[in-house]
């Protein structure tokens, strides 16, 4: 059966699976991979057979050029994914059999659940859903060509995936989940949206543009603390002139905060943001999985955030961050570089020689801001080589880190340690979901300045200029995308129905998606099974164990026992005697083969005739001659039938002959 | 014997006590089933074992569902592998006789209890059939051709009936050791003897002298022409007697295997295979003498088959008659 050509139906419903199983991927494959699976689907529908070994073999190594061209390796979920779309493409092109379709439908499973790996959110979940469903009805046509009708097939298909939900409920629930990779994976390599590692005049302004989640916050007590609700996120302490970067790692000598008030207990739904921070409100002082904390005090994951995370999180609202600030520390805090900003530092010299204490210098420079005809926009004019003075002294307009950015260098300048904060500002409470919702579009960046006694003091240069967009969110803000302000900030129903979808995607994501160890967990506790999970690694061991052994056990016994030389000359005669076109009978000895091959093939007959009379001496006489072995050798050495001398017999026998098809 | 191979022969026994058939009707059950993964299902595992890997390290909540959704899948398509074949009912009968060389039908009936089944695939291992389809309640018959070489009863050679219906991924299969075999006349092969009988001398269909030659009436032999029965002495004497004729024993062919002499035993058969043929077609009675058998003359489709019968089960040739 798996040497039978394809019928055209099969070929169909593989194209269909390949194709729909693409899709998802067609957003970050490289162009010419999204374009290769249509190109060669077509082709192969339109060929009716595959093209020739050697173009496939050269497209393979093409393909295999261009991925290692593109991502240097061939590993990981982006180029590994490149590479495995581009093979499925090919191996669509070259599959003649059951087998090739078989093992293409395989490949097809990896390629739409693959998926998962880069988005898992309801709608990817429904498509691959549905192509899982269409490469399942495949497999049936494959199973039975002249089987059911598609209609029946399609019934089929639903029955099975409805009948092995249970099962994957059950796995799913308890299968174990590991708290770490198992091995090192790349990262960065997917862009996705969030605060990045560097601060340039513009970068916010990007994160604005989308309105997808950040994470979402359940509050202990229900209710969310009373606003302003600011998330903390990495914090910026080096300068170069135009770009903040983190600079200040060491964190050993850091103090635990002093809590001057209440603290606040929460569950945060981070979505996935390949970076190692956490965020949290105000000043973050612990979550429920591992973590460090930065010099900046903000909370650190010890990898990357790559799936969605459920973290149990606490707060201080109130608080007092280093009253004694080290040395070294303050250095840091003070740094600006030689060249940057020569006017802001006369200006902040001005206020420096005018103020009593620092306080008064941080009042002047929001005054500053406030008074002068600064206006706050999210489409900003170019700033030039010195992007602080051009700001403050030219333009006159931008966005939270501009004022962040100019603010912290006028605050060093004048003296006074500072450090930008960049995370997020408010969230919208979903009351649906009895939760906070913070998109991508309320990220935000402040300063943080070093007072004596107090410690850092947070200031937000931005509510100087715009007291709403701290009040209401950067949708209030003239110039943010209109479409985003319809959806997120308007009233009425669609903010309604919109809230109302977030909700289910929380939901989705708090429930499904972030089913991770913590949880499942929590779940076995509360189902009394809460050894499980130890015992259960021990099981999958095992059972690994027992199916590789196995797997080799089998592999052994399929390999034929060694024949005596004897009968291995006598099958390497058998063997040609079928190249030549007569097949011998299980139930036929050998004097009976020779006395077939004397009637139909009678050229063959002596050479044959010698072969079965030195096979017969060897194997069935009582005494056995001393050199019938060599006899036999030679005598099948020199048995080299042709494949057809004459067709003699073969009409005479075609009077007795029944032509139907015969089984052997 | 290497270890391996004892391991080997205990399986070959261990299947052939579960498979061991009872009668011409066999039922799959639960112990004559075996089931085991296909190339594809190993190839599917492996995928599945990708799947699982790359959800572990990446901790991708979906990736598990899909990849336990799968396996799931691959669960219920084993469990419908099992019950395409559980249940189906095999009847075997045996098939019209044929001569030597030609190809025996095999006539197989299938019963599907209660649910319909699709692609089993009935055969001997690598070759077969695919049998499309299975109605539940309707008998279907498929015929199992078997290429016959020599005489004799030619037993049909133990099947395997295999299902890899819905998915693929699982072989269902089970071992048919049906008892039926095929009768296998001679070859009926000219070797150029001359007949027995003149061909110039072709009688009548009637196939016996005429009336005026009857003789009276003697005991009834197997072997003779129902026409030539007594019917009327049946019914007053209720015995079974037949009328003789003079001429018709005079008449009678004998087809007489020591006639052939210089031939060897098989085709003695071969060519007295031939003439029962021939005598058939001309009408004419005619007896078969064989080293183990001996046919009064008669003929008729009846005396026909009796005879090539007799040529098919004839005892081989002895070391003497070679």
Same mark, same amino acid.
């Given at each position: ?15 269909? !699976?390949?194709?729909?199983? &693409?899709?998802?991927? +067609? ?5 010419? #991979?999204?374009? %290769? $699976?249509? /190109? *060669? ?79 898992? !959110?309801?709608?990817?979940? &429904?498509?691959?859903? +549905? ?5 399942? #009805?495949?497999? %049936? $046509?494959? /199973? *039975? ?520 | ?322």
């Amino acid at each position: 059966m798996s040497s039978d050509a394809l019928s055209t139906p099969v070929l169909r419903g593989l194209a269909a !699976s390949v194709l729909v199983a &693409a899709i998802p991927h +067609a957003t970050h494959l490289p162009v010419w #991979v999204s374009a %290769l $699976i249509p /190109a *060669a689907l077509m082709l192969r529908l339109g060929l009716r057979r595959p093209p020739a070994r050697w173009l496939l073999v050269l497209l393979v190594l093409l393909c295999f050029a261009a991925v290692l061209a593109r991502f240097h390796t061939i590993a990981g979920a982006t180029a590994g994914g490149a590479f495995l779309s581009a093979m499925i493409a090919l191996k669509f092109l070259e599959t003649r059999n059951t087998r090739d379709a078989g093992l293409l439908i395989c490949l097809t499973y990896f390629l739409a659940v693959s998926v998962f790996l880069t988005s898992e !959110s309801m709608a990817t979940t &429904a498509w691959v859903l +549905a192509s899982v469903g269409v490469t399942t #009805v495949t497999l %049936l $046509i494959l /199973a *039975a060509p002249e089987g059911p009708s598609l209609r029946q097939h399609l019934v089929h298909t639903g029955r099975i995936l409805l009948q092995a939900a249970p099962i994957m409920l059950v796995l799913f629930v308890l299968f174990p989940r590991l708290p770490q990779p198992l091995w090192g994976m790349e990262s960065g390599s997917t862009a996705r949206t969030g605060l990045s590692d560097t601060m340039e005049p513009g970068s916010i302004t990007q994160v604005i543009q989308s309105s997808e989640a950040a994470f979402r916050v359940e509050f202990a007590e229900g209710e969310p603390p009373a606003p302003p609700h600011y998330w903390r996120g990495p914090v910026f302490w080096q300068f170069d002139g135009r770009t903040w970067a983190q600079g200040e790692r060491r964190s050993r000598e850091l103090d635990e905060p002093e809590i001057t008030g209440t603290t606040i207990e929460y569950t945060l739904m981070l979505a996935p943001h390949d970076r190692r921070w956490l965020f949290g409100l105000d000043l973050p002082l612990g979550a429920d999985a591992e973590h460090e904390r930065a010099a900046g005090y903000h909370l650190l994951a010890p990898e990357d955030v790559e799936s969605v995370r459920r973290l149990q999180m606490r707060s201080a609202l109130h608080y007092r961050l280093e009253p004694e600030l080290p040395a070294s520390r303050r250095q840091r805090a003070l740094e600006l570089p030689a060249q940057a900003a020569p006017l802001a530092r006369e200006l902040a010299a001005r206020w420096r020689v005018e103020a009593e204490e620092p306080r008064d210098i941080v009042d002047q420079a929001l005054t500053h801001f406030r008074e002068r005809d600064f206006s706050y926009t999210l489409s900003p004019p170019a700033t030039g080589e010195a992007p602080v003075d051009d700001f403050l002294f030219r333009t006159q307009s931008g966005y939270c880190e501009h004022y962040a950015s100019a603010f912290t260098v006028l605050m060093r300048a004048a003296g006074i340690p500072a450090r930008v904060v960049t995370g997020y500002l408010g969230g919208e409470t979903n009351d649906m979901g009895d939760y906070m919702l913070v998109r991508q579009s309320d990220a935000h960046a402040w300063s943080e300045v070093w007072l004596p006694e107090r410690g850092w003091t947070r200031v937000d240069p931005t509510q100087a200029v715009s007291s709403e967009r701290v009040e209401s969110g950067a949708g209030s803000i003239a110039g943010a995308d209109d479409q985003l302000a319809l959806l997120s900030r308007s009233d009425g129903w669609l903010k309604q129905a919109a809230l109302a979808w977030d909700a289910v995607h929380h939901t989705w994501n708090r429930v499904v998606v972030g089913y991770g160890p913590e949880m499942q967990q929590r779940l076995l506790q509360r189902l009394g099974l809460a050894d499980l999970g130890r015992y259960a690694m021990a099981v999958l061991a095992i059972m690994s164990a027992g199916v590789a052994l196995a797997g080799v056990w089998l592999l052994t016994a399929r390999r034929p026992a060694p024949m005596e030389p004897a009968q291995r000359y006598w099958s390497k005669a058998l063997a040609r005697l079928r190249r030549a076109g007569i097949e011998p009978a299980l139930d036929e000895g050998p004097r009976d083969l020779a006395a077939r091959v004397r009637r139909e093939r009678p050229d063959l007959a002596p050479a044959f005739g010698r072969v079965v009379h030195s096979y017969i001496a060897l194997r069935y006489r009582p005494q056995v001659p001393e050199d019938a072995l060599a006899r036999l050798r030679r005598a099948v050495h020199a048995f080299r039938p042709r494949k057809r001398a004459h067709e003699t017999r073969t009409a005479e026998r075609a009077g007795t002959q029944n032509p139907q098809p015969v089984e052997r | 014997m290497t270890a391996l191979s004892g391991i080997r022969a205990g399986v070959d026994q261990w299947f052939q006590r579960r498979t061991a058939s009872t009668g011409p009707r066999v039922a799959l059950n639960r112990r004559r089933l075996f089931i085991l993964p296909t190339g594809l299902g190993c190839t599917f595992a492996a995928t599945l074992g990708l799947l699982l890997f790359g959800s572990l390290n990446y901790g991708a909540s979906l990736g598990f569902a899909l990849t336990f959704l799968l396996t799931g899948c691959g669960v219920i398509g084993m469990l419908e592998s099992y019950r395409n074949l559980e249940g189906l009912a095999f009847t075997f009968a045996p098939p019209p006789a044929v001569f030597a060389g030609e190809v025996a039908q095999f006539p197989v009936e299938i019963e599907a209890p209660a649910r319909e089944r699709w692609a089993v695939e009935l055969g001997r291992e690598g070759t077969g059939q695919t049998i499309r389809r299975v109605a539940p309640g309707v008998p279907t018959i498929v015929q199992l051709a078997r290429e016959t070489r020599h005489r004799g009863h030619v037993p049909l050679p133990r099947l395997t009936v295999a299902s890899r219906w819905p998915l693929l991924l699982f072989c269902v299969w089970s071992r048919l050791e049906p008892a039926v075999s095929a009768l296998v006349y001679p070859a009926p092969i000219d070797h150029g003897y001359a007949r027995p009988w003149a061909d110039g001398a072709e009688i009548d269909a009637t196939g016996t002298g005429g009336e005026e030659d009857f003789a009276g009436l003697r005991e009834y032999r197997p072997g003779d022409s129902p026409r030539r029965i007594a019917w009327k002495a049946l019914a007053r004497t209720d015995e079974l007697r037949v009328k003789a004729f003079e001429a018709a024993t005079a008449d009678d062919t004998w087809l007489d295997w020591a006639s052939l002499e210089g031939l060897a035993h098989e085709a003695r058969l071969e060519q007295l295979c031939a003439w029962v043929l021939a005598a058939e077609r001309t009408g004419r009675a005619y007896g078969l003498i064989l080293p183990d058998a001996r046919i009064a003359p008669a003929s008729g489709p009846e005396h026909r088959r009796r005879c090539l019968e007799a040529l098919a089960l004839a005892a081989p040739a002895g070391p003497a008659a070679t």
